[in-house]
């Protein structure tokens, strides 16, 4: 059974940094493809940043240049570093996990079979 468990969230001024993790349990980081969504109150779930297993990243337009993401392959962790914080990141973010590399190019929420409980991320302005 696949458990995703995320961690790191919290309130910070905008300008400021989180450091999110997510400890998956009954699978490896390392293979398919892992990534991190966010959703705001009355908004879709979106993608943020996702890895596949050769170590391909994709980062969504919004994000780029502010937001990292890498994994442990030792601890089993995915971790997303967020920085230059800005109000409209304000969401929670939820750690997935796809058996296969397809869902890098699928770049959808469809495409993840194995969802984390989420940890909320609010940025005050």
């Known amino acids: 059974q696949v458990q995703l468990v995320e961690s790191g969230g919290g309130l910070v001024q905008a300008g400021g940094s989180l450091r999110l993790s997510c400890a998956a349990f009954?699978?490896?980081?390392?293979?398919?493809?892992m990534g991190w969504f966010r959703q705001a109150p009355g908004k879709e779930r979106e993608l943020v940043a996702q890895?596949?297993?050769?170590?391909?990243?994709y980062y969504a337009e919004s994000v780029k240049g502010r937001f990292t993401i890498s994994r442990d392959n030792a601890k089993n962790t995915l971790t997303l570093h967020v920085n230059s914080l800005k109000p409209e990141d304000t969401a929670m973010y939820y750690c997935?996990?796809?058996?296969?590399?397809?869902?890098?190019?699928?770049?959808?929420?469809?495409?993840?079979?194995?969802w984390g409980q989420g940890t909320q991320v609010t940025v005050s302005s």
């Open positions: 009954g699978r490896t980081v390392s293979s398919g493809t």
């Open positions: 890895i596949n297993s050769v170590g391909r990243i």
């Open positions: 997935a996990a796809s058996r296969s590399d397809i869902a890098y190019y699928m770049t959808s929420a469809a495409a993840y079979e194995h």
